[in-house]
């Protein structure tokens, strides 16, 4: 018997080391002493952890040497009893009980991906993708036709079985396995075997747990398609020779596999916190990758229709499709203009509606009644707003005005007879009955009183005819209350401070004021 | 087609010569130096030439100067004619002639005088005349003989040194006159020696007589003197007696002459007038006010050129103010002794504060009438206004807290308490002076810490008043975040950080920006971890009153107020209310939001939006489509209803009261009713700060889109008819009063803008660009080009004319050459030929003799 490959002794203080050790010498030393293979087996299933790291690795070196000697049989396994009891070879019988050894050590091992420990988790995945590895390269089936390309599906199955547990949050696991995901072939794989075993889980259980969900999201927004085409070659399991008519050297079937993969996903139910996780990354990672974008229409339409943060949020992706892909989307703006809500400014995802609502209405073709009434909408709006905010929408809307010229009568009017109400209905949904074109923009004018001289200042603009440059507002978008704040604090003001010139006389100052009036100090 | 061009170059040329052309008239010696092109506007200088002109003048020039200097090479003795205008062809002969003579006779009598040194001239030692020196040191140089005087008797001279044989002819000639006959030079000599001794004897004989003379006048002064000093010494002793012992009325009239000049002080003010005064005072600090808060002034003041005089050296130095002190009356008493007893009993003021607490009770309108003058001195000059007004103000103050029976207590405090205290270095130290002292105490201590640490008294005060700022600030929220929190005391240290803030402004505002920004930073670390940040606690509240306090909250822009502005807006914003405490709290911020603008009536959305849910949880949820909720309030939820009363009964039990500030901090009800009734008076509080906003903003343009959501609100208030009558009133009022703002929609009219101006078009003035002058980029670099231009060209000249020189000595070496060859040839021709004759004679003379 040849030596074992890249067998080395450790001598270690530890007694199950030694034991280990020696068991293993032993297999590989002659095919009598086979049987330890069960006792190495045995240890796997110890309380310990660290006595589980030592199994583990001694099962690595182990099935290692097994696959590269082509100790383990080859082609579909027959049941082990029939083996064992069959009439063939004692060399077929033992690879065949072999591989059945082998079998059982990936299964524990697929399950040691759920142990408690971490160390132990990650050792057991390094341990199968080593096996992934290996068996690729010394593939267990035979191959069907010359240049077949062999992939240890089944045990990749596991391994993404594994990882998307529904029990346990395997994020930190998951971003150990984004590092295999570099290579093509593994990530090829990675979609396929999620596409299975979501839709696996998902007949399984009629109610599926939010980590489930969670696993799932984190594995497959960590799948990211090369942009271009190129040679994929890039492979986890390096065959000897690669040809051409593989699958999986090709983008085109990648991007399949990709769009499967989130179609998938994407068609159940997802909880709403995910929902608006995977409308974030949408236009960003998902839609350039799939091979026929105009799939995510219903998802993004239904999105676009739930109302509230998750409308904002599809408009980002509606947008790549309109914009890209040529979709037409009726009453694209009317929803948008529905959208327009007081909590716009108090949402987080302020800037980017923003930045996108700049977009949608910066084209000069829109009709005047629509820009009219999204800027009449705003500026109701903005009565409510923070004064960060306000410092965005108000250039926002003199942007709006100066785009479009036919609009100015909001701000401008000669000649016109008073009013006794304001004849914008803000209640209607349609833009174009809203007469937001008869109105003017008296918020603007109450905003000139407001507190903030910023904000006054802003204002104050519309006073005069509008200036021709439009104000850029991408740095506006971002702007906090903090930032306002500090800007206000590093200021500097006129030299010396102006000082309040009536005396203080108490906490709640005199017997008419405000505080004095409503709070007592006891 | 030659002739042409040499007619036109001729014409050219004699018209741009002029004159000396003219005089030249010959063609033939001028030559044409022909243009390529013709430039306009260039000056042409070397057109025409006159080459033989020229060179015969070079020629000459060259004879003139080279030609002399190459003969006169080898000699060194010069004929130098000295006669006066001798090759002057100016000078008429005759004059020449007269010229002459006078010089001669000038000379001639120069001549006589130049070794007579004591005759006339005049000699000086060190710029004093020796003359006047021989005379004064006569006797210190008693003993040094005739030879130091330094001056020689012209015989003396003349017949040791022999030299001018003229002047000694000269003497020899006068002796000669005198005695008729003349005398040997022994002879001479001796007698001049004789001569000098007698001199000599007769100047040492002076002299003794003089020192003679002098002895004998001291001693005759002597004796005078001792008549003169008789009297002398009385007069001396007479001073000296009455020095110690002034007349009183000498005294007076000294003092009265060194003492200020007394000057006419304003006459005391009647009440009236005072309060006119103060009525002024307060318009022209509202008229500032009011600029402020428009904020119309940002460009205006910032500008403002100072007044130069034209004398101005222009370095910044500034004549001191007058600083001395004008003699002044005030209350009847001398203004100027006061600063000086201030400061001698500062230690001993305490003792003069009870005197002053004994005036208390009087003090109340004494002080109204003292406020103003106080103030305007502030402005003046905050160190001096300060001293005379702070003990009456501060005293007063702990006299009004203790009415109610605490003044006993304070003269106790008083009396115990050490009078000095070192200013605090830390906020500990302020701490351990200040814990465990009573209120009166408390404020005490503080008082004495500022007024030993005043600003006039010693140079590093004023750093050590501006930290006590700070600390105090500090201190302040330590006792807000105390369980309970000590409101009274804070509410009294009011008062002394208002008097801080009015000394120093700057470091005020610094140390309450630090601690607003404090405040905020935590708060936003907060919401970027959660996403939404907790109320702060009661400190920052009480900060934030007491920036309105300290600063005019109506400015249009103020480097404190704006950011606790924006601050208050966050907290209305980002802090959700999850209890009664944060109800409390919020709405302390709605009512401190408002007073800030209640003077600038500015227009608060946060407060409108607060206010709104604030109202929205006092009534059983339910979906309506009048209003939405905006942050921090939710429509449902687990605090959506958290200001709904929960038992009927409880409302009828309700009384309208305010609301602690305690609650703020740590509010336990103790029952349901209590927490019931703590509810009721939240709404209450919140329905009447709503009446203030829609009195405030019932102008605004579009007051209705503001206040359309309140509306809706306030009708299902009225509906839900749990709440108290009174309450149930305040709803009503609130809304009769929204709907009576009628105001008429002015569609919106930008102002005209200016017509733009025409654009004038000034011609730009561009610098010729000159054919042949250097163009440099700078003047510099222009300079210096045209120098080495120059420095080259004369260089070219400079070689020319020395190749030329050299040429015409060539020249003229090689003529000298053959004169000197033909000479040669010449006279070896006539030696030929005399030798050729002696020859032939001698041949003759042979052939004579062989025929014989």
Sequence with gaps: VPDGGGMEREPGPAGTRRALGRLLEAVLGSRGEANAVFDILAVLQSEDQEEIQEAVRTCSRLFGAMLERGELFVGPLPPEGAAITGSRGAMRKYKVWMRHRYHSCCNRLGELLAHFSFQVKELALSTLMKFVQLEGMHPLEKPKWEGNYLFPRRLFKLVVGGLLSTEEDHSLLLSQFREYMEYDDIRYHTMQAATDVVAQVTNLHSEVSLTFWNNAFTLLSAVSLPHQERNLSNFYVSHIESSDKWKIAHLKEHRKVFQAMWLSFLKHKLPLSLYKKVLVIAHDSILPHLAQPTLMIDFLSSAYDLGGAVSLLALNGLFVLIHKHNLEYPDFYRKLYGLLEPSIFHVKYRARFFHLADLFLSSSHLPAYLVAAFAKRLARLALTAPPEALLMVLPFICNLLRRHPACRVLVHRPQASELDADPYDPVEEDPAKSRALESSLWELQALQHHYHPEVSKAASVINQALSVPEVSIAPLLELTAYELFEQDLKKKGPEPVPLEFIPAQGLLGRRDDLCAQHFRLS | ?852
């Design chain 2, 1 to 852: 087609m030659g002739k042409a061009k040499a007619v036109r170059a001729r014409r050219t040329a004699s018209g741009a010569r002029g004159a000396p052309a003219r005089v030249c008239p010959n063609p033939f010696e001028v030559k044409v130096n022909r243009q390529k092109f013709q430039i306009l506007g260039r000056k042409t200088r070397h057109d025409v030439g006159l080459p033989g002109v020229s060179r015969a003048r070079a020629i000459r020039k060259r004879t003139q100067t080279l030609l002399k200097e190459y003969r006169e090479r080898d000699k060194s003795n010069v004929f130098r004619d000295k006669r006066f205008g001798e090759y002057n062809s100016n000078i008429s002969p005759e004059e020449k002639m007269m010229k002459r003579f006078a010089l001669e006779q000038q000379r001639h009598h120069e001549k006589k005088s130049i070794y007579n040194l004591n005759e006339d001239e005049e000699l000086t030692h060190y710029g004093q005349s020796l003359a006047d020196i021989e005379r004064h040191n006569d006797i210190v140089d008693s003993d040094s003989d005739a030879e130091d005087r330094g001056t020689l008797s012209a015989e003396l001279t003349a017949a040791h040194f022999g030299g001018g044989s003229r002047l000694h002819v000269k003497t020899s000639q006068q002796e000669g006159e005198e005695r008729g006959k003349p005398k040997s030079r022994k002879e001479l000599i001796e007698e001049l020696i004789a001569k000098s001794k007698q001199e000599k004897r007769d100047r040492q004989t002076q002299r003794e007589d003089a020192l003679e003379l002098t002895e004998k006048l001291d001693q005759d002064w002597k004796e005078i003197q001792a008549l003169l000093s008789h009297k002398t010494p009385k007069s001396e002793s007479r001073d000296k007696k009455e020095k110690p012992k002034p007349d009183a009325y000498d005294m007076m009239v000294r003092e009265l002459g060194f003492e200020m000049k007394a000057q006419p002080s304003n006459r005391m003010r009647t009440e009236e007038e005072l309060a006119h005064e103060e009525q002024e005072r307060l318009q022209r600090l509202e008229a500032e006010r009011l600029r402020r808060m428009l904020g119309k002034d940002e460009d205006e003041n910032t500008k403002k050129p100072k007044h130069i005089s034209a004398d101005d050296l222009n370095d910044g130095f500034v004549l001191d103010k007058d600083d001395r002190r004008l003699l002044s009356y005030k209350d009847g008493k001398m203004n100027v002794e006061e600063d000086v007893q201030d400061k001698q009993s500062q230690e001993a003021s305490g003792d003069e504060g009870e005197e002053d607490e004994g005036e208390g009770s009087s003090g109340e309108d004494l002080e109204e009438s003292d406020g103003p003058e106080s103030h305007s001195d502030l402005e003046s000059g905050v160190e001096s206004g300060e001293e005379s007004e702070n003990p009456k103000k501060d005293h007063q103050s702990p006299g009004k807290g203790s009415r109610t029976g605490g003044q006993r207590a304070g003269k106790a405090a008083r009396t115990e308490l050490p009078f000095t205290f070192a200013a605090p270095e830390s906020c500990e130290e302020l701490r351990s002076l200040l814990s465990g002292r009573s209120m009166e105490e408390q404020l005490l201590v503080v008082e004495r810490i500022q007024k030993c640490n005043h600003p006039s008294l010693a140079a590093g005060n004023k750093a050590k008043l501006e930290k006590l700022f700070g600390f105090l600030l500090e201190y302040v929220g330590d006792l807000a975040t105390n369980d309970p929190p000590d409101l009274r005391v804070i509410d009294k240290l009011v008062v002394q950080l208002y008097n801080l803030c009015q000394m120093f402004p700057e470091s005020a505002s610094d140390s309450m920006k630090f601690v607003l920004r404090d405040a905020m930073h935590e708060m936003e670390e907060m919401i970027e971890t959660k996403g939404r940040a907790v109320l702060p606690g009661l400190d920052l509240l009480i900060y934030l009153k007491i920036v309105g306090l300290l600063f005019p909250t109506s400015d249009f822009w103020h480097p404190v107020v704006t950011p606790a502005l924006v601050c208050m807006s966050q907290l209305l914003t980002k802090c959700p209310v999850l209890s009664l405490q944060d109800v409390v709290k919020g709405l302390f911020v709605c009512c401190l939001f408002l007073e800030f603008v209640s003077l600038s009536q500015r227009f608060i959305p946060e407060l409108m939006n607060y206010l709104l849910g604030i109202l929205y949880i006092g009534i059983p949820n339910k979906q309506s489509p009048g209003y939405a909720l905006v942050r921090p309030f939710r429509a449902r939820g687990k605090n959506s209803q958290l200001l709904l009363v929960s038992e009927r009964e409880d409302a009828a039990t309700w009384q309208r009261s305010s609301l602690s500030l305690c609650w703020a901090s740590g509010l336990t009800a103790q029952t349901a009713t209590e927490a019931n009734h703590i509810r009721l008076s939240c709404l209450a509080v919140g329905l009447s700060l709503l009446q203030r906003c829609v009195r405030l903003y019932g102008t605004l343009p579009s007051f209705h889109a503001i206040a359309s959501p309140l509306h809706a609100l306030l009708m299902e208030h009225l509906a839900d008819c749990s709440h108290p009558h009174e309450l149930q009133e305040l709803c009503r009022s609130i809304l009769t009063e929204m709907g009576n703002q009628k105001q008429l929609y002015r569609p919106l009219i930008c102002e005209k803008s200016k017509p733009v101006p025409l654009k004038l078009f000034t011609p730009r003035l561009v610098k010729v660009l000159e054919f042949g002058r250097k163009q440099g980029s700078n003047k510099e670099e222009q300079e210096r080009k045209r120098l080495i231009h120059k420095h080259k060209r004369e260089f070219k000249g400079a070689v020319r004319e020395i190749r030329k020189d050299n040429q015409f000595l060539a020249r003229m070496q090689l003529s000298e050459i053959m004169e000197r060859d033909a000479e040669r040839k010449q006279k070896v021709k006539q030696l030929f030929n005399s030798l050729a004759t002696q020859e032939g004679e001698w041949k003759a003379l042979k052939r004579k003799k062989f025929k014989k």
